[in-house]
């Protein structure tokens, strides 16, 4: 009876799984989902009257000969066709129509700019995600910091962040964020800090999380003999843009921009 159950579950799976390749497959069938700015070719077999070339307006319609504004944003390929084929024929225009649809320019762009190999605008031929994107605008740098996605939303300009760690982990799953007309990603430059003064290895550190001087210190490799963990001092802007020199201690927590000096013991 368990194995009963077991094959029954197996073919339940299989069954689900081929339901999704169909889906998938017929979507694809039916072409590409139109969007505004999309420049498309439209012939009708046997009518070269009629063959049109347009654009998808802003308030997502087309016009076409004797027919006039055609809803053709949001639908696929097919779909208008189909349409256009109907009224066609309903105003015995054609016989039995037969409409043919290509996008000869598609309107869907997205730019990527900051911390990637190829920054740039890219134009969208088919569902996209943000893991794609990234991926063809040449991966995040080992500088990347966090991703902001900038979209229009209902009530203005949206700004939405990632980490970029956690998408090149996988523990955001980039793959779930479908990319929308428009869309501005931005990768920020992670944040940095400086350690300069009597430590093992002068320089910029990336500030992968919130850690404290002495911390920041260890990561510089420690101190060197003529190192003092009690003379110690930190550059940092202030809000208005002013550099400030602060005193500092081992416990005081390490901020972006930040510069730890060193300096030398009293003997």
Not at 109 to 132: E, F, W
Request: glycine share 10%; aromatic share 6%.
């Amino acid at each position: 009876m368990p194995t009963t159950k077991r094959i029954g579950r197996l073919w339940a799976s299989c069954l689900g799984a081929l339901a999704v390749m169909a889906a998938a497959g017929h979507a694809w069938a039916e072409g590409r989902v139109l969007t505004t700015s999309d420049v498309v070719t439209i012939k009708v077999v046997g009518q070269p009257d009629l063959d049109t070339s347009t654009r998808v307006e802003t308030d997502g319609t087309i016009n076409f000969p004797y027919i006039g504004r055609i809803k053709a944003a949001g639908v696929t390929e097919d779909a208008l066709a189909r349409t256009i084929e109907r009224r066609l024929a309903a105003r015995q225009i054609v016989t039995e129509p037969h409409v043919l649809i290509e996008v000869t320019n598609f309107g869907t762009q997205v730019s990527v700019q900051g911390q990637v190999g190829t920054p740039g605008a890219y134009t969208i031929d088919r569902t996209t995600t943000l893991a794609q994107l990234l991926a063809r605008a040449g991966g995040l740098k080992d500088s990347a910091g966090t991703v902001i996605l900038r979209r229009r939303g209902p009530h203005g300009p949206e700004l939405i962040r990632y980490n970029g760690k956690d998408l090149v982990s996988g523990k955001i799953d980039g793959d779930r964020i479908v990319m929308q007309n428009n869309d501005e990603v931005y990768v920020d430059l992670l944040p940095f800090y400086y350690v300069y003064g009597f430590v093992g290895h002068t320089g910029e550190f990336p500030l992968l999380r919130p850690i404290t001087v002495q911390q920041a210190i260890s990561i510089a490799g420690g101190l060197s003999p003529l190192g003092s963990d009690s003379r110690l001092w930190i550059k940092r802007k202030s809000a208005d843009g002013q550099t400030m020199e602060l005193p500092a201690s081992l416990d005081d927590e390490v901020q972006p921009s930040d510069t730890i000096i060193v300096n030398e013991r009293i003997f």
